[in-house]
């Protein structure tokens, strides 16, 4: 008997990208494909000795069960290092620790999606968001964005028209469109939360990976830092925030912080789905923040990806010329460009990924990470991974594919 799965799987496809995945076993294949950060670059003698902290000075708890919401002295180190990033008034119970921040995502979609409940989204965004919303039943409307974020007076006349149930923004560096979303634009979106009354989530896992060397440079605060300048908007807003990108995403941990009704109900579907995030990782994070290495990881993290970014960028005005168009990053693990069809090259961008991998550089096409209207020029290059010799070499072979 074929089994019978639940109707709301109907609502969600496999993604394209994976497809692509697959050819990236080919020998030799450059791959600015990914999403990952570089492995080359794990603190892994400050994780190891975290983890042997966390074993030593307190083995019940980091491989006993644990609480729900997190672990007590992770919790409090995430307060502190949100404190330190200019969130204020943010303590250890108004956060909860999340299995990555991709199960925030999933405990925002599953405590407030009914079918067929509309939610604005950036277009482009994350696809796994997309993809778990959808499994809610979310009826999702795309926001355009430009190089500045989202376009806020679009975005109002959207949440007047849709009164979706919430709004999804990755306002840093986003994923897949790598902008930065401007501090007046910012300030916009918390006003209009509060108008609307309308809930914001802000997702930025990307934040801390700026590469400016100075404050001008660097991106503006996060929505909930800026949430103070906004009276009632602090209220309407939930922050996921992830390890992933900075130290590790093996590990898993990520945290929201919310309103304490969200909060509550967020952390009663997490008791029946995983009951805890790892306690023995959510140990080894807190040794580690207790240590006090974050700050020099996330200065080397950033140094060595400014320097691909930068690298990237110069290769493809060089190399492709006006056959494409990007915004050059300032932060994040992403290039997001456009193919312009000039003289005759190729515009769209699924073609040209299916031609690159025959020239053995693979990148993803960017129309998937629309949930609708998708932009078939559009691509997502990472440079995160790829050593600086790679870069360039795989940019010249796009050269040729293009
Ligand atoms: C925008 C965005 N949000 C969330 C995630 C999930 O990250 P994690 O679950 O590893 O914290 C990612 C990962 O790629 C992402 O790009």
């Given at each position: 008997?074929?089994?019978?799965f639940?109707?709301?799987?109907?609502?969600?496809?496999?993604?394209?990208?994976?497809?692509?995945?697959?050819?990236?076993?080919?020998p030799?294949?450059i791959?600015f494909?990914?999403?990952?950060?570089?492995?080359?670059?794990?603190?892994?003698?400050?994780?190891?000795?975290?983890?042997?902290?966390?074993?030593?000075?307190?083995?019940?708890?980091?491989?006993?069960?644990?609480?729900?919401?997190?672990?007590?002295?992770?919790?409090?180190?995430?307060?502190?290092?949100?404190?330190?990033?200019?969130?204020?008034?943010?303590?250890?119970?108004?956060?909860?620790?999340?299995?990555?921040?991709?199960?925030?995502?999933?405990l925002?979609?599953?405590?407030?999606?009914?079918?067929?409940?509309?939610?604005?989204?950036?277009?482009?965004?994350?696809?796994?968001?997309?993809?778990?919303?959808?499994?809610?039943?979310?009826?999702?409307?795309?926001?355009?964005?430009?190089?500045?974020?989202?376009?806020?007076d679009?975005?109002?006349?959207?949440?007047?028209?849709?009164?979706?149930?919430?709004?999804?923004?990755?306002?840093?560096?986003?994923?897949?469109?790598?902008?930065?979303?401007?501090?007046e634009?910012?300030?916009?979106?918390?006003?209009?939360?509060?108008?609307?009354?309308?809930?914001?989530?802000?997702d930025?896992?990307?934040?801390?990976?700026y590469f400016?060397?100075?404050?001008?440079?660097?991106?503006?605060?996060?929505?909930?830092?800026?949430?103070?300048?906004?009276?009632?908007?602090?209220?309407?807003?939930?922050h996921?925030?992830?390890?992933?990108?900075?130290?590790?995403?093996?590990?898993?941990?990520?945290?929201?912080?919310?309103?304490?009704?969200?909060?509550?109900?967020?952390?009663?579907?997490?008791?029946?789905?995983?009951?805890?995030?790892?306690?023995?990782?959510?140990?080894?994070?807190?040794?580690?923040?207790?240590?006090?290495?974050?700050?020099?990881?996330?200065?080397?993290?950033r140094?060595?990806?400014?320097?691909?970014?930068?690298?990237?960028?110069?290769?493809?005005?060089?190399?492709?010329?006006?056959?494409?168009?990007?915004?050059?990053?300032?932060?994040?693990?992403?290039?997001w460009?456009?193919?312009?069809?000039?003289?005759?090259?190729?515009?769209?961008?699924?073609?040209?990924?299916r031609?690159?991998?025959?020239?053995?550089?693979?990148?993803v096409?960017?129309?998937?990470?629309?949930?609708?209207?998708?932009?078939?020029?559009?691509?997502?290059?990472?440079?995160?991974t790829v050593?600086?010799?790679?870069?360039?070499?795989?940019?010249?072979?796009?050269?040729?594919?293009?």
């Amino acid at each position: 008997m074929p089994l019978q799965f639940a109707d709301r799987l109907n609502n969600v496809e496999t993604s394209a990208i994976r497809e692509l995945f697959k050819l990236l076993g080919k020998p030799g294949i450059i791959s600015f494909a990914g999403g990952f950060p570089d492995s080359a670059m794990f603190d892994v003698d400050g994780i190891r000795e975290a983890a042997n902290a966390a074993l030593t000075e307190e083995p019940g708890g980091a491989l006993q069960y644990g609480a729900t919401e997190g672990y007590n002295p992770l919790r409090e180190q995430l307060a502190a290092f949100m404190t330190a990033k200019g969130c204020t008034g943010v303590a250890s119970d108004n956060l909860i620790v999340t299995t990555g921040s991709q199960q925030a995502l999933d405990l925002i979609g599953k405590t407030l999606i009914s079918p067929g409940d509309k939610v604005i989204v950036e277009g482009p965004t994350f696809l796994a968001t997309i993809q778990c919303f959808r499994l809610y039943g979310a009826q999702l409307i795309s926001a355009p964005i430009d190089g500045n974020g989202v376009k806020t007076d679009e975005l109002e006349q959207l949440i007047a028209e849709h009164k979706p149930k919430f709004v999804y923004l990755i306002p840093t560096f986003g994923n897949p469109s790598g902008a930065m979303l401007s501090a007046e634009r910012r300030k916009k979106v918390l006003e209009m939360a509060v108008r609307h009354q309308t809930l914001i989530v802000e997702d930025d896992p990307y934040g801390d990976l700026y590469f400016g060397q100075t404050a001008e440079d660097r991106p503006p605060p996060s929505l909930l830092a800026m949430s103070p300048l906004v009276p009632g908007s602090r209220e309407l807003l939930a922050h996921c925030g992830s390890m992933s990108k900075v130290l590790s995403p093996g590990l898993r941990v990520g945290w929201m912080i919310g309103p304490a009704e969200l909060l509550a109900k967020a952390t009663m579907c997490k008791q029946f789905s995983d009951a805890h995030t790892s306690t023995f990782a959510q140990a080894t994070a807190a040794q580690y923040l207790k240590a006090g290495r974050m700050p020099a990881t996330l200065a080397r993290v950033r140094k060595v990806y400014a320097e691909r970014c930068q690298l990237m960028c110069d290769a493809l005005r060089m190399e492709l010329g006006d056959a494409i168009e990007f915004v050059q990053p300032q932060g994040g693990l992403f290039v997001w460009a456009r193919l312009t069809g000039a003289g005759g090259k190729v515009a769209d961008g699924a073609e040209l990924a299916r031609r690159a991998i025959e020239k053995g550089v693979a990148f993803v096409p960017g129309a998937p990470f629309y949930c609708a209207n998708p932009d078939t020029a559009a691509l997502r290059l990472s440079f995160a991974t790829v050593g600086t010799d790679k870069i360039i070499e795989g940019v010249g072979r796009l050269a040729q594919a293009v």
